[in-house]
């Protein structure tokens, strides 16, 4: 089950500089989707969301660009700082159920 | 900040036992989740509950998993005879609402390895 992919297991980014964390999707039927980070032996924590009428949400930080006639969202993350290595997980629902789907992550490294 | 928190953080079991993992959801949230993550691999949908009964389920979650609200502020999911392939780190997630545009918290998790 590949509903959500990124394609990238891992990105170093020097600090100052922008991270951009991709994500594709191949199931038409969501509507939601989500950014989560974790640290190990951590639970993932939200970092920003987009509904499928926008394309684009801005959070401080981070900004989440969705493609939908691509199937492709993006996590922005400018200036990337050494606090912001994580791995970094998107995450998608359908309308009106309960599970997301997750990808399996992006393990972002920015250094100094 | 409120937040999910999750007993045990690390539990080691012998293939065959029962393993209870407990959690506390976030006080005024209404709907709760159990998700796990097998190392190495992705973060997986186990169940979803509301108003004390399963409203969704994965086919992860067969008849060896149940969850339960046995009061007000617990939620807990048992795995009767646990096998091997159980091994994992098992979140416990809550929200206000369900569907489109509710942000699900996560807890901790509890890591769970069955020998």
């Known amino acids: 089950d590949q509903q959500v992919k990124q394609n990238s297991p891992s990105l170093s980014v020097q600090e100052g500089r922008i991270s951009i964390l991709n994500c594709d999707y191949t199931?038409?039927?969501?509507?939601?989707f989500l950014w989560y980070k974790k640290y190990p032996a951590e639970g993932p924590t939200f970092l920003i969301s987009i509904s499928s009428i926008k394309d684009k949400n801005e959070d401080g930080r981070f900004t989440v660009f969705l493609n939908k006639s691509a199937k492709h969202l993006s996590l922005h993350i400018v200036p990337s700082q050494p606090g912001d290595s994580a791995v970094y997980f998107c995450a998608a629902s359908e309308y009106n159920t309960d599970k997301l789907i997750f990808g399996t992550g992006t393990r972002l490294q920015v250094f100094p | 900040e409120p937040e999910v928190t999750q007993t045990p953080s690390h539990q080691v079991t012998q293939m065959g036992q029962e393993v209870i993992l407990r959690c506390v959801p976030i006080s005024n949230h209404l709907y709760f989740y159990w998700y796990r993550q097998i190392l190495g691999q992705k973060v997986e949908f186990l169940v979803s509950f509301y108003n004390n009964e399963i409203s969704e389920k994965s086919e992860i979650f067969d008849d060896q998993f149940s969850v339960e609200r046995p009061d007000g502020s617990n939620f807990t999911l048992k795995i009767r005879s646990t096998k091997l392939e159980d091994s994992a780190m098992y979140f416990c997630?809550?929200?206000?609402?369900?569907?489109?545009?509710?942000?699900?918290?996560f807890g901790e998790g509890s890591w769970l390895t069955v020998v």
């Open positions: 199931n038409s039927m969501f509507d939601y």
């Open positions: 997630a809550s929200s206000g609402d369900r569907g489109t545009g509710n942000t699900i918290y």
